[in-house]
């Protein structure tokens, strides 16, 4: 079955960076695109930015610009997210998700919380 | 970049009644980039429906969306005990993905 599957939680000091990846299996990882969401506690969700399965093209939120860098490893199927400069207002759970059969997040990673302190 | 106010903040429901629940953007919305997820305390967001009236694989028919624009409602008939939970709204447009800040419907 389609399956996205994090790293585990991360602690942080602030200033630092932190690199999440995202495995993903049942589907073909070059046809779709994978997409990056954070929910800080008690607050809305954030989409962060999105990379191309096929050919690494990326596109980056404009409130993460300049902090985040999406990558992907198509013989390990699977994409990285990296937060630089980490502040304690980067303390939220992370999500990978993909538009595998429709064209919205129907599929969702069990999310990653990455606590700075 | 479009901004998605949702509303009520929290609805107050008993099992078996209608929650009726909205998204309003700040300037129109492509339907076909418009999609509601529920999300239960500790688990990912799941979603429901998509291009504003379509459901998800799986998604009960007891869940229906709708509206074209700015406003947008997903309409939950005859809640069931597991329907209580938050629910988002998210829109694709200008090359950003936004969501609203999600409405909580409660068991009254």
């Known amino acids: 079955q389609v399956q996205l599957v994090q790293s585990g939680a991360e602690v942080k000091k602030p200033g630092a960076s932190v690199r999440v990846s995202c495995k993903a299996s049942?589907?073909?990882?070059?046809?779709?695109?994978m997409y990056w969401v954070r929910q800080a506690p008690g607050q809305r969700l954030e989409w962060m930015g999105w990379?191309?399965?096929?050919?690494?093209?990326?596109k980056y939120s404009q409130r993460f610009q300049g902090r985040v860098i999406i990558t992907r490893d198509t013989s390990a199927s699977t994409a990285y997210m990296e937060l630089s400069s980490l502040t304690s207002e980067d303390t939220a759970m992370y999500y990978c998700?993909?538009?595998?059969?429709?064209?919205?997040?129907?599929?969702w990673g069990q999310g990653t919380m990455v606590t700075v302190s | 970049e479009i901004v998605l106010t949702q509303s009520p903040g929290t609805l107050s429901l008993s099992p078996g009644e209608r929650a009726t629940l909205s998204c309003r953007a700040s300037?129109?919305?492509?339907?076909?980039?418009l999609a509601w997820y529920q999300q239960k305390p500790g688990q990912a967001p799941r979603l429901l429906i998509y291009?504003?009236?379509s459901r998800a694989t799986g998604i009960p028919d007891r869940f229906s969306g709708g509206g074209s624009g700015t406003d947008f409602t997903l309409t939950i008939n005859r809640l069931e005990p597991e329907d209580f939970a938050v629910y988002y709204c998210?829109?694709?447009?200008?090359?950003?993905?936004?969501f609203g800040q999600g409405t909580k419907v409660e068991s009254k």
């Open positions: 998700a993909g538009a595998i059969s429709t064209n919205s997040f129907d599929v």
């Open positions: 049942g589907y073909s990882f070059t046809g779709y695109a």
């Open positions: 990379i191309n399965g096929a050919n690494g093209i990326t």
């Open positions: 300037q129109s919305v492509s339907s076909n980039f």
């Open positions: 291009a504003a009236s």
């Open positions: 998210q829109q694709y447009g200008y090359s950003e993905w936004t």
